[in-house]
């Protein structure tokens, strides 16, 4: 029965470090108090003490360049890319087994516990001192893929969303929306950016010397970020043009383009705002030769919609107001 063998292992090896725990702090008056609860309830304190060591460790831990962090329980593979903090109970966990934890520990009914991952925990994440809310409320709801990781890592692309969140953070009404609408953005960005590297690597004659999202917003690399756009826009079988999200792609970069500018301004990057003013200025120029047609798209679209008979009003209606014009 290797099963029950696991288990009866599981619970020596929580016993003895049970005893190791009160062995070493017994004298503390919280396990003192802890030692007097029923034992279920001492159970849940010490796992609490637990949770909360752990979370102490890991976050000086946070600071060394190549981490290793304590957990809950040891991966099989020894690997710690995925593990992630939960929200409430500041325990650690995979990704793989957050979802299980989830459904057992959310505290307040009204605060669902989310899994944080790990990179972005207090103390190394600056978005997080000024409003913790952000991070699980956004960037740890991206998927651990390439365009999920560059939203959360990419100090411009967490900029503009942590901007766009907290201009709309205040419509609490419209929680769902707003958060929808950042994260739409933020991935758009980051799909930009992630093709917008490849293609550098291929055609690509100036440096990218900033090494995030705001190398896009140059004009050395116009060309690219042009083409990125038209591949990006058109289905790669059926080679549709896809407008709506076209025309996305410019307002978004018209609006992280200013605010990365005006994070510039802020951090006394003049020459770089200055950039970003003339990459802003030739957008504008080209709107019409890159944009043109997915605007030309959507208008034509919705004339033809408008003209079906589903659209046009009933014609009992049109002899009603005929007849009542007739008799004025």
Not at 12 to 31: C, G, H, M, W, Y
Not at 134 to 160: E, H, M, W
Not at 208 to 214: F, K, R
Not at 236 to 252: A, M
Request: charged share 35%; net charge positive; glycine share 4%.
């Amino acid at each position: 029965m290797p099963a029950k063998s696991n288990l009866i292992r599981d619970e020596d090896d929580r016993a003895a470090n049970i005893d190791k725990f009160l062995a070493v702090l017994k004298d503390k008056e919280q396990v003192k108090s802890a030692m007097q609860l029923p034992k279920q309830e001492r159970d849940k304190v010490f796992s609490k003490f637990r949770k909360e060591g752990i979370y102490r460790v890991n976050r000086e831990r946070i600071k060394d360049d190549n981490p290793i962090y304590e957990r809950e329980k040891l991966p099989k593979s020894g690997n710690d890319d995925n593990l992630k903090m939960c929200s409430n109970c500041k325990g650690f966990y995979s990704s793989h087994f957050f979802w299980h934890h989830r459904k057992v520990c959310q505290g307040d009914i009204c605060t669902p516990s989310e899994g944080v991952p790990v990179n972005l925990m207090e103390g190394k994440d600056p978005v997080y001192q000024k409003h913790p809310d952000f991070v699980p409320d956004i960037l740890s709801r991206f998927q651990n893929d390439d365009v999920g990781n560059t939203c959360r890592t990419d100090k411009v692309i967490v900029n503009v969303g942590h901007r766009l969140w907290t201009k709309h953070r205040s419509k609490k009404d419209k929680k769902l929306e707003v958060r929808k609408s950042v994260m739409a953005d933020m991935r758009r960005l980051a799909t930009l950016y992630t093709e917008f590297k490849k293609k550098h690597e291929v055609h690509g004659t100036a440096d990218l010397t900033m090494g995030h999202a705001g190398d896009m917003f140059s004009r050395e690399h116009f060309e690219s970020l042009t083409e990125v756009i038209q591949m990006l826009t058109y289905g790669e079988t059926e080679g549709k043009l896809k407008s709506g999200l076209k025309l996305c792609l410019y307002f978004v970069l018209k609006k992280a383009s200013k605010i990365t500018k005006a994070s510039f301004l802020v951090s006394r990057l003049d020459e770089d705002a200055s950039e970003i003013d003339k990459f802003i200025e030739i957008l504008d120029l080209n709107q019409n030769l890159i944009f043109g047609n997915a605007h030309y798209k959507i208008q034509k679209n919705r004339q033809v919609r408008l003209r079906k008979p589903a659209e046009l009003p009933l014609e009992a209606d049109i002899h009603s107001k005929e007849s009542h014009r007739n008799h004025l």
